[in-house]
């Protein structure tokens, strides 16, 4: 089993910045594939980016050389630097973990408005 406790959203305004952090503990030993996925209202949960055990990563056309993922091994953490937001990325971004199962975190609200 995989925990995942997720930090970071909040409320900004058009092009402003947040950060997303995703602490995994448990199992973690078995961790491949780490990433963030979010939901809109009224819409499907989508791959926003993925990062594997070697540091590749994936990202959707919509937020390329916007986001950046990140993982430190040594904390369990991953990271999304997401900046010049839209409000086209308001949602509730969910920490995703593959071990051998695949894990998902409580979500974090992220609105982005003037």
């Known amino acids: 089993q995989v925990q995942l406790v997720e930090s970071g959203g909040g409320s900004v305004q058009p092009g402003g910045s947040l950060r997303l952090s995703c602490v995994a503990s448990?199992?973690?030993?078995?961790?491949?594939?780490m990433g963030w996925y979010r939901q809109a209202p009224g819409k499907q949960r989508e791959l926003v980016a993925r990062i594997s055990s070697g540091s590749s990563t994936n990202y959707a056309d919509s937020v390329k050389c916007r986001f950046t993922i990140s993982r430190d091994n040594a904390k369990n953490t991953v990271y999304l630097q997401m900046n010049s937001l839209k409000p086209e990325d308001t949602a509730v971004y969910y920490c995703?973990?593959?071990?051998?199962?695949?894990?998902w975190g409580q979500g974090t609200q992220v609105t982005v408005s003037s």
């Open positions: 995703y973990v593959y071990a051998r199962d695949h894990y």
């Open positions: 448990g199992s973690i030993f078995s961790i491949s594939v």
